[in-house]
């Protein structure tokens, strides 16, 4: 056996039977069916030529395929961390791991880039905004992260402790080829989607508190969507990356991974939580979304607690709406900016409805909104 492919540290791996099984048993319990909601409902944005449901169903079916890989994570800590199948399967495992994370960085910066185009400059960059365009930037970031990841392992994967286990996925202490790879997933992987995410993330609060035109549930929807973005990206990748460099630059004994194991573990954890967090974003993107989840959980949850609550009162006191932002060139040759709303009357006495907002803008900048009802109730595209 070569020496690479033994572990000289002796590491106690309790923190994957206690707490690890634990969590990835709640991300396929409640993961994958929040996931497989979001897929239907991206599905229903790509019907309604949104480009942003495009970065949602890819996140999705990133997330999907690390679930899928689960189950033999699962496997492999019920028997007490010991692989026992073979070597491309753990490679297969760790590669939809950091598959999982750097794939979801790429299409949360995504999102908020959109988002960013469509609120500080909606009628510039009109092509960026396209389905081509999204699907386009879609097949390099997969391509991309593909490519990285199979320069990234070729190398064995499955070693063996002092015990004579085999593990996955682990060296203790960290080779020397892994630290120009650490370098990058911190730096490239990390450091620049943070960036783009904070700049994105402060224009767009700028500009929408600055809007006299946007009304007010429109602002909070789209507080919300950057808002929980970036909170995904901090919460979920920020803490495993810094424990990740800091592994890189200070880790050349077994005793330094034998205090920092089980905290750099737990950062490493954080990162499947994006599984969960992820179907989150389509309750700021879509009101169909809300409204079934709001049907399927809030509601059930509601009558159960409040068993006395009158069952008519379970409607919205607005009506529900989904807008989208489409820029054209109308009213003289002033731009303008046309928020479709589509608003559904719930009350049996009136009849259903669709109102088109227009938003014009005049040569001095001055903002003029306008209204077009319609009497079709009818499926509309739905974004922040």
């Known amino acids: 056996m070569l020496e690479e492919d033994v572990i000289n540290c002796t590491i106690s791996h309790e923190i994957h039977q206690y707490v690890f099984s634990c969590v990835y048993i709640l991300v396929l319990v409640v993961g994958v069916p ?26 999705t079916v990133s997330d999907l395929l690390y679930q899928a890989s689960l189950p033999l994570w699962l496997q492999y800590i019920f028997q007490d961390d010991d692989w026992q199948y073979r070597e491309w399967l753990c490679q297969l495992c760790g590669f939809l791991l950091y598959e999982n994370i750097y794939i979801s960085i790429g299409f949360l910066c995504c999102i908020s880039l959109d988002r960013y185009l469509a609120v500080v400059h909606p009628l510039r960059f009109t092509s960026l905004r396209s389905m081509t365009a999204a699907w ?14 199979v320069v990234f392992f070729r190398h064995k994967e499955v070693t063996r402790d002092r015990t004579n286990q085999s ?6 202490p960290m080779r020397p080829w892994e630290y120009p790879i650490n370098y990058y997933r911190f730096t490239i992987g990390f450091l620049f989607p943070l960036a783009i995410l904070s700049i994105s993330y402060l224009c767009v609060l700028r500009t929408v508190g600055r809007s ?35 592994r890189t630059l200070f880790e050349r004994e077994c005793s330094f991974i034998t205090g920092i194991f089980n905290y750099y573990h737990l950062s490493l954890l954080l990162t499947t939580l994006n599984c969960v967090a992820d179907p989150a974003l389509y309750c700021f993107v879509s009101e169909s979304a809300r409204r079934g989840l709001y049907r399927a959980f809030v509601k059930p949850i509601a009558r ?51 109102n088109t907002t227009s938003i014009t803008q005049t040569e001095d900048k001055t903002i003029i909104p306008s209204t077009v009802h319609n009497n079709k ?8």
């Open 34 to 59: 929040a996931n497989l909601y979001s897929l239907y409902h991206a599905a229903l944005q790509l019907k309604q030529r949104n480009e942003l449901g495009v970065y949602l169903l890819n996140l």
């Open 136 to 149: 386009i930037v879609s097949a390099i970031i997969w391509m991309k992260e593909i490519a990285v990841g």
């Open 167 to 172: 593990v996955c996925f682990e060296h203790y």
């Open 212 to 246: 006299t035109g946007t009304q007010p549930d429109q602002k909070t929807r789209i507080r919300q969507l950057v808002s929980s973005t970036i909170l995904i990206f901090l919460v979920c990748f920020s803490p495993y990356h810094i424990f990740l460099l800091i």
């Open 304 to 354: 159960i607690i409040c068993c006395c609550c009158r069952r008519g009162n379970t409607s919205p006191i607005n009506p529900a709406s989904d807008s989208h932002e489409v820029a054209t060139n109308e009213n003289n040759g002033h731009p303008t900016v046309t928020l479709l709303m589509h608003t559904c009357m719930h009350n049996n006495s009136e009849p259903d409805g669709k």
């Open 377 to 384: 109730c009818g499926d509309g595209k739905s974004a922040v």
